[in-house]
């Protein structure tokens, strides 16, 4: 896949003051690899701050991605859920301000929802693959950190983790860069799939 990424940068954490464009939003546990992710799908080593402590984005971030020969999109970092420390109210908090992100927005083509390959989903997987069919978005499931395992036991979890959530996983990683490929496609043609049906 040869996509021209022409120029990315930090705009803000409201969509308030953002011209509308297609956007793409990146959910997941806290310290599942979000941040490496946009990251690594942009070729940038330190757009996103990345973190070895738990729970270091508590905002909605918005990167705005330009592209040689096609629309700009934004990427959107979403908030970690479900660190362990986090007391009930920034738990509260956390829900909050995704809640009120998804009431925005009106231009959502696609959500990335991450998990650690070697983790198996939770609840809060399964809230969250609910929540995105409820509000009508496509889900990619994308099982993150799989440079930490050898490709037979990497097979077997992703079939754990597609049996489990009834969607087959994307293994990739920030490091190597396994996957990457595959989630620039599904972003590509999410983005025509809605001009489409468009009126
Ligand atoms: N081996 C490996 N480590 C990764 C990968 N992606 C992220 N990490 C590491 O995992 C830790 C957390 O990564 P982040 O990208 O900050 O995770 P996050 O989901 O943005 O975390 P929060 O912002 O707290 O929600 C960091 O130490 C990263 O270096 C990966 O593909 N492979
Ligand atoms: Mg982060």
């Known amino acids: 896949m040869n996509i021209k990424i022409a120029d990315t940068r930090f705009v803000g954490t409201a969509h308030d003051s953002l011209m509308p464009l297609d956007e793409v939003a990146f959910?997941?546990?806290?310290?599942?690899?979000?941040?490496?992710?946009?990251?690594?799908?942009?070729?940038?080593?330190?757009l996103v701050k990345t973190s070895?402590?738990?729970?270091?984005?508590?905002?909605?971030?918005?990167?705005?991605?330009?592209?040689?020969?096609?629309?700009?999109?934004?990427?959107?970092?979403l908030p970690g859920y479900g660190y362990a420390k986090v007391s009930k109210k920034a738990r509260e908090e956390w829900a909050h301000v995704i809640n009120s992100?998804?009431?925005?927005?009106?231009d959502?083509?696609?959500v990335f929802l991450l998990l650690d390959i070697r983790r198996d989903p939770r609840d809060e997987e399964f809230y969250a693959v609910a929540m995105a069919k409820d509000i009508?978005?496509?889900?990619?499931?994308?099982?993150?950190k799989a440079d930490k395992l050898s490709a037979s036991i990497r097979r077997n979890r992703l079939l754990a983790i597609g049996r489990a959530l009834g969607i087959q996983p994307v293994a990739c990683s920030a490091l190597?860069?396994?996957?990457?490929?595959?989630l620039w496609k599904a972003i590509l043609f999410s983005?025509?799939?809605?001009?489409?049906?468009?009126?």
Not at 59 to 74: A, E, I, K, Q, T
Not at 176 to 182: N, Q, S, V, Y
Not at 192 to 197: C, V
Request: aromatic share 4%.
């Open 136 to 144: 009508g978005v496509p889900c990619i499931l994308v099982a993150t």
């Open 176 to 182: 190597t860069g396994m996957g990457l490929d595959t």
């Open 191 to 199: 983005r025509l799939k809605k001009t489409d049906t468009s009126e």
């Open 27 to 46: 959910a997941g546990r806290s310290n599942v690899g979000k941040s490496s992710l946009i990251n690594a799908l942009l070729k940038r080593k330190r």
């Open 52 to 77: 070895k402590q738990p729970g270091k984005t508590r905002n909605v971030n918005f990167f705005r991605v330009d592209l040689v020969g096609l629309p700009s999109l934004y990427m959107v970092d």
């Open 101 to 106: 992100y998804l009431e925005k927005t009106r």
């Open 108 to 110: 959502l083509k696609l």
